[in-house]
């Protein structure tokens, strides 16, 4: 069988960066309540015409480049988003049109809120293994500023739009490069604590239930010990020990829950991959575009074993154990 690795990343974020300051005129909140609470310093936010698929597109082109692979040779894209341009068709058929991926290719969204992109991983990693499928392009995009309500301080305050994708293709030969494992998960009956309640077919279609609405110490909690729990139980899985994983890309949504991750896991935090103080929670796009940054800024060498943990809305929780 194949082996299929990560073969190139890119990513993509708004030029609009609004700072801590710049919130604090629109709700009453302040720098240091928001960087002792989250880690968050400043996000970026998408102008009008840039949509999901149009980051998605840019992360895809950057990752595509990286890889050294064409459009014409990828067959399938996947693009996990719980903002995508429409409710039909999926993002990813329009960034297929975009960026000139063929019609051989299947395309589709996944939706696991900021799980989207570990789950989509291993969608594509199970696909690819198949056979049928030779090159994937796995994009998380997400333009989470249009489902906020920029009245309320608890939430509008975490989010900010971004994309990041990677290639995954035939691991190049002589290379350690390839999949690992992947473990994901649900916790049933906790959809209350993080939700946009309206907007779908359901009948509560109030204006205000377009936006996210969090019970956020409740997520907080669940948060660490999914978080734990899931990277504890893939290590094992595979008989490797903390200490063997050169970086960890967790989900970027809250610097204490990183550091919460860090020590129940007793690993330093220098081995944590962390952008959330520049970019607040970009969901989906969380993990893409911090591993794409910790690719090109060297933080991850050909060889290294990475770690990929995240939660999110569902409340879902999933990690991917990755040789480089
Ligand atoms: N600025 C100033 N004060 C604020 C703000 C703000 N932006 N937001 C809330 N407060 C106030 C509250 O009103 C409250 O005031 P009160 O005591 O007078 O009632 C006080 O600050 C404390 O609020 P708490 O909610 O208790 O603050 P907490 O320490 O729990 O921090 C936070 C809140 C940052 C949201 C935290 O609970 C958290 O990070 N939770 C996890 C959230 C998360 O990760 N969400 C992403 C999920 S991933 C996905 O799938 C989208």
Redesign the pocket.
């Known amino acids: 069988m194949t082996a299929h690795a990560i073969i190139g990343s890119g990513s993509f974020t708004p030029t609009r960066v609004v700072t801590n300051e710049d919130m604090s005129r629109i ?4 720098d240091e ?2 960087v002792t ?2 880690g968050i310093r400043e996000r970026r936010l998408a102008s009008e015409t840039e949509s999901t698929s149009y980051m998605a597109a840019a992360a895809a082109s950057a990752a595509l480049i990286d890889a050294g692979v064409k459009a014409e040779q990828i067959d399938l894209l996947i693009i996990a988003t719980f903002t995508p341009d429409l409710p039909m068709p999926a993002t990813a058929c329009l960034v297929q049109t975009m960026i000139g991926i063929p019609s051989k290719a299947a395309c589709f969204d996944i939706n696991a ?2 799980t989207g992109f570990v789950y989509a991983l291993d969608t594509a990693w199970a696909m690819l293994a198949s056979g049928r499928y030779q090159h994937a392009v796995v994009i998380g995009a997400e333009k989470i500023s249009s489902l906020i309500n920029w009245n309320d ?2 939430t509008c ?2 989010f900010g739009d971004g994309a990041g994708a990677v290639v995954i293709g035939p691991a190049p030969s002589g290379s350690t490069g390839r999949f690992i494992g992947s473990k994901l998960g649900a916790i049933p009956g906790t959809s209350a604590v ?1 939700m946009v309640p309206g907007g779908g077919s359901s009948p509560v279609q109030t204006d205000a239930a377009r936006f ?1 609405t ?1 019970k ?2 409740e ?2 909690k669940l ?1 660490v010990r999914a978080m734990d729990d899931v990277a504890r139980d893939i290590l094992a899985a595979h008989g490797i020990a903390a200490d063997d994983v050169a970086c960890i890309i967790p ?1 970027q ?2 610097r ?2 990183i550091d919460a991750i860090a020590q129940y896991l007793e690993v330093p935090i220098e081995r944590f991959f962390i952008n959330v103080d520049r970019y607040g ?1 970009t ?1 989906a796009a969380s993990i893409p575009i911090a591993l794409d940054e910790a690719r090109r800024a060297g933080r991850i060498k050909s060889g290294d074993l990475v770690l990929l943990v995240a ?3 569902g409340l879902t929780y999933g990690a991917t154990l990755v040789r480089f």
């Open positions: 709700v009453d909140t302040s309540w928001i609470r989250t809120a900021c301080r608890t305050v975490l993080l996210i969090m956020g110490k997520v907080f948060a989900h949504a809250n204490r829950i929670n969901s939660f999110g809305a």
